[in-house]
């Protein structure tokens, strides 16, 4: 007599991503919108001038750190207004941090 065919192993899926850490949010909107000194999101300043990248010259600090930036083209000389657009669910405190500049 053959064998029984086996059953069906069930599928193996990951594990959701556990979830993110709260964020800590001013109490203050109006308090400073630059991230603590040592965090990893905190721009660092270099060893020496000689280990900084030579595009550092041209490209300006930016934060929160993006993970690749790169000069394209000529400086844009930019007007003395802005207008700034946001979702009625907007980051507040964000906002208010815009605001200040």
Do not use: C, G, K
């Given at each position: 007599m053959p064998?029984?065919?086996?059953?069906?192993t069930p599928s193996r899926t990951p594990a959701a991503p556990a979830p993110p850490a709260p964020s800590r949010i001013p109490a203050n909107p109006k308090a400073s919108a630059s991230p603590p000194a040592g965090s990893p999101a905190s721009p660092a300043s270099?060893?020496?001038?000689?280990?900084?990248?030579p595009d550092s010259a041209r490209?300006?600090?930016v934060w929160p750190r993006p993970q690749s930036l790169a000069g394209s083209g000529p400086s844009v000389r930019l007007g003395d207004e802005v207008t700034l657009l946001?979702?009625?669910?907007?980051?507040?405190?964000?906002l208010a941090a815009l605001r200040e500049l």
């Open positions: 064998a029984a065919p086996a059953a069906p270099p060893a020496s001038p000689a280990s900084a990248a490209v300006p600090a946001a979702d009625a669910d907007a980051d507040p405190y964000a």
